[in-house]
T-cell receptor
């Protein structure tokens, strides 16, 4: 079983929709949680970074961490065609030095 | 914005050739990483470095080697390329300052095709 599970999609939504992307994990030691966005033929770009449980908002993006359920989410409000990309979750323990990545969810926002 | 560079961006090469993938960062980060990424799959860590003259193998076994003789430079070498090495290779770096020490910044990647 993988340490981090992520639905590969693709997830297709109309422009303006609210998008919910999710990851589940099995290692309760994970403390740092990240979301990366990767456009086709590019490297991953850090979107959101959260420590432990709670919510964090940045513009149209909100990251949520529920450690009790071992579940993290990324919400995108007012989605745009430019949001079309693969979204990767990643996480690491408090004093760990290796990120564990999900396989990524492909998002397509149609205009 | 992260300043991390990889060259070449694309490489098509024949079996048995020696290749070096270059990675440089201008942020002064101590830690650097090499990942392998195949379509629809997780990023797999193949090498990392804590600083100059420090290199470690990652979780995914790889026939490649790395060196770190300068903070900003972390090249990856394949002595004899094989078709099984065909993949995308991503370089990343991170800083040690808490709480940002776990944040990794990625380069654009090198797509390698071995014929």
């Amino acid at each position: 079983q993988k340490e981090v599970e992520q639905d590969p999609g693709p997830l297709s939504v109309p422009e303006g929709a609210i998008v919910s992307l999710n990851c589940t994990y099995s290692n309760s030691a994970f403390q740092y949680f990240m979301w990366y966005r990767q456009y086709s033929r590019k490297g991953p770009e850090l979107l959101m970074y959260t420590y432990s449980s709670g919510n964090k908002e940045d513009g149209r993006f909100t990251a949520q961490v529920d450690k009790s359920s071992k579940y993290i989410s990324l919400f995108i409000r007012d989605s745009q065609p430019s949001d079309s990309a693969t979204y990767l979750c990643a996480m690491v323990p408090e004093y760990g030095n290796k990120l564990v990545f999900g396989a990524g969810t492909i998002l397509r926002v149609k205009s | 914005e992260a300043d991390i560079y990889q060259t070449p961006r694309y490489l098509v090469i024949g079996t048995g050739k020696k290749i070096t993938l270059e990675c440089s960062q201008t942020m002064g980060h101590d830690k650097m990483y090499w990942y392998q990424q195949d379509p629809g799959m997780e990023l797999h860590l193949i090498h990392y470095s804590y600083g100059v003259n420090s290199t470690e193998k990652g979780d995914l076994s790889s026939e490649s080697t790395v060196s770190r003789i300068r903070t900003e430079h972390f090249p990856l070498t394949l002595e004899s390329a094989r078709p099984s090495h065909t993949s995308q290779y991503l370089c990343a770096s991170s800083e040690w300052v808490v709480p940002h020490r776990q944040t990794q910044y990625f380069g654009p990647g090198t797509r390698l095709l071995v014929l």
